[in-house]
């Protein structure tokens, strides 16, 4: 899950907690490194991040994630699209390169990324 879908999480939003009940029975839950940054930096209460974050698997930001990373931002500007805000390239770039998919509720941040599996 992105950031904006782990705050909305955090805030108690009750359409964001189904739909994540939903896949957490389903499958394992994951943030990105990014999305850790993100909320340490906006939530007041520490705890309550951390203890978030003990709840997931947090995906970091690697070798492989870089390579995909420039590959998408290579392939964006080849195709005369204006490159997207790097933090959409580089959570998609850790989806990626872990396999998993994207829970966000901004999808169109991560339009034109080929190969990004989103739900």
């Known amino acids: 899950m992105d950031f904006e879908t782990a705050l909305d999480f955090l805030r108690g939003d009750?359409?964001?907690i189904e739909k994540l009940k939903y896949y957490a029975d389903r499958e394992e839950l994951c943030v990105t490194s990014l999305t850790m940054l993100h909320l340490l930096e906006t939530v007041n209460k520490k705890e309550i991040v951390m203890k978030f974050a003990n709840s997931v698997t947090v995906l970091p930001f690697d070798k492989r994630a870089a390579q995909i990373a420039s590959q998408i931002n290579k392939g964006l500007m080849e195709k005369g699209e204006l490159p997207k805000m790097?933090?959409?390239?580089?959570t998609a770039a850790i989806c990626m390169a872990n396999d998993a998919?994207?829970?966000?509720?901004?999808?169109?941040?991560?339009?034109?990324?080929?190969g990004l599996k989103r739900v």
């Not at 790097?86 to 580089?90: K, N, Q, V």
């Not at 509720?105 to 339009?111: A, E, I, P």
Request: proline share 5%.
């Open 86 to 90: 790097m933090e959409s390239i580089l």
């Open 14 to 16: 009750p359409a964001t």
């Open 101 to 114: 998919f994207l829970f966000s509720r901004s999808s169109w941040k991560f339009d034109g990324i080929k």
